[in-house]
């Protein structure tokens, strides 16, 4: 069984639209290796749709001239065939490596499939490409993973079907060594979360390397843990919880009583945005709270009314 938040509206092909070497006026030279795009504000006419090749082709976009290239066809899981593929479900989540070396896309049924890009020509590959099962590596992630933003081979998740998996455990894979990892087991840290799983995660950049995630509900809606650590020391943590209104096991002095929707972590691994649920956002508040709070004392709270 995969987690994660529905979906509406996913395209059976994914396209990108890349840029390829250096940037050139709308009048540019129409050389393979240099990226052409109209750039004024003329209207234009809505062109009759191009007839996208199969994956591994690019498309010239007819009004615009940016070249778009095809990721994933019918075919891109031969033992899967004609499935839906998308990018990651939360605008926050990071679906490329540091370096811009890997990303990934999610089939409809919540596998993840990486792909090797290479940035001079545009083009995806699948890594391990197979002609039959699942075409190539997947990742063994229930949930949607998040690609470090300090080192371009690793990506973060929480892995399912593999030996100590208990959907509680934060963990990565190293595109170097095609290897797991485990960072953070979650039952060590917070007691009676049996039947429980973690809800999403994401990381950060600079010289410490954070790692956030919220956790604690049998389903959506319902987590109220969010812990934040040090990679490289996950002792150094803070875990937060949103139902009890403590920090570390402490009493905060502001009261939240939200359960979470879902969380996300700026860049800089500072602060925490905490997304409450519906059902939190009504009563004599009719509005969503967004709350930032510091990773580090002292918690700092920022409130606003969302229209």
């Known amino acids: ?33 240099t990226y052409k795009a109209v750039v004024d504000r003329l209207p234009r006419a809505k062109p009759a749709l191009p007839a ?19 990721v994933t066809d019918g075919t891109t899981r031969p033992g899967a065939l004609n499935r839906s593929f998308r990018s990651p479900s939360s605008p926050h989540q990071n679906a490329w490596s540091a370096s811009g070396t890997y990303f990934y896309v999610a089939s409809g049924d919540g596998t993840i499939i990486p792909f090797k890009f290479d940035a001079s020509k545009g083009t995806a590959q699948r890594l391990q490409a197979s002609a039959s099962g699942d075409g190539g590596l997947v990742l063994r992630f229930y949930i949607e993973p998040e690609f470090s933003r300090v080192s371009d081979s690793l990506i973060y998740g929480s892995t399912s079907g593999i030996s100590g998996s ?13 290897l797991y990892a485990r960072l953070l087991d979650l039952d060590t840290i917070v007691p009676g979360l049996s039947g429980t799983y973690i809800g999403g995660l994401a990381a950060s950049d600079g010289s410490v390397e954070r790692i956030m995630a919220f956790f604690g509900g049998t389903s959506q809606d319902l987590h109220h843990y969010v812990i934040v650590f040090n990679k490289t020391n996950p002792s150094s943590r803070q875990v937060l919880d949103t139902k009890a209104n403590t920090l570390n096991g402490l009493p905060i002095s502001f009261p939240l009583n939200i359960s979470l929707h879902h969380a996300a972590m700026d860049h800089s691994g500072r602060y925490v945005m905490l997304y409450s649920t519906w059902t939190d956002q009504s009563s004599t508040r009719k509005a969503a709270l967004r709350r930032s709070i510091s990773a580090r004392y002292p918690i700092r709270v920022r409130v606003r009314s969302m229209a």
């Open 1 to 33: 069984m995969r987690y994660g938040v529905p979906v509406v509206g996913v395209a059976l092909a994914l396209f990108m639209t890349v840029r390829i070497g250096a940037q050139s006026s709308a009048a540019a030279s129409s050389s393979s290796d």
């Open 52 to 70: 996208p090749g199969a994956a591994g082709t690019a498309t010239t976009d007819p009004v615009f001239s940016s070249r778009i290239y095809r």
């Open 166 to 178: 208990t959907l509680r455990t934060i963990d990565q894979y190293d595109f170097s060594t095609g």
